[in-house]
């Protein structure tokens, strides 16, 4: 297995959109399979392909408290949002940036499981929204861009600060 390298906010990169996967096949198998490795080291609950450099339309997440619930999204979509709450959210490619954010509270996500198998699931509360926050990733859009411009401003200044820190 690989750990991914994950782009970081503000790169350019992460506003390229996902494509859907045509196939499931075994490297879109093993891609899975990375991607849950990488999210659970890092460690984070969900990841999208688009933060590890790659445009297809894939999402993992696992919110449980013993990481051991993995969930799979391929070529996700939303058929049916009601509601509307407000979380505080973060993102593994926003290190250390919580902010709130709202979206729908409840959705009906309908995607391809890790075996290409068609399914629907209902979600509300943190789930629902991991599940929009990742989707919007393939979109090539990340949750600051809800924020003010202000609030962007600074956190790139901290951004700045992390990168000059790592090298
Ligand atoms: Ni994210």
Redesign the pocket.
């Given at each position: 297995m690989t750990i991914l390298n994950i782009l970081h906010y503000p790169d350019p990169r992460l506003r390229k959109k996902a494509l859907p996967v045509s196939q499931v096949d075994e490297t879109v198998k093993r891609l899975v399979e990375d991607m849950f490795e990488t999210m659970y080291q890092a460690p984070g609950i969900?990841l999208?392909a688009t933060?590890a450099d790659i445009q297809k339309r894939i999402i993992v997440i696992d919110i449980s408290e013993h990481k051991n619930e993995p969930l799979c999204f391929i070529n996700p979509e939303i058929i049916r949002r009601d509601g509307v709450e407000e979380m505080e959210e973060g993102?593994?490619?926003v290190p250390g940036i919580y902010e709130r954010v709202e979206r729908a509270e409840q959705v009906i996500v309908r995607a391809l499981d890790r075996e290409g198998e068609s399914f629907d699931m209902q979600v509300s509360g943190l789930l629902s929204a991991c599940i929009q926050?990742?989707m919007d990733?393939l979109e090539g859009k990340l949750?600051v861009d809800y924020l003010s411009e202000l609030k962007r401003q600074r956190i790139r200044k901290k951004m700045d600060k992390l990168r000059q820190k790592m090298m």
């Open positions: 969900g999208a933060q993102c593994l490619s926050h990742e990733h949750f």
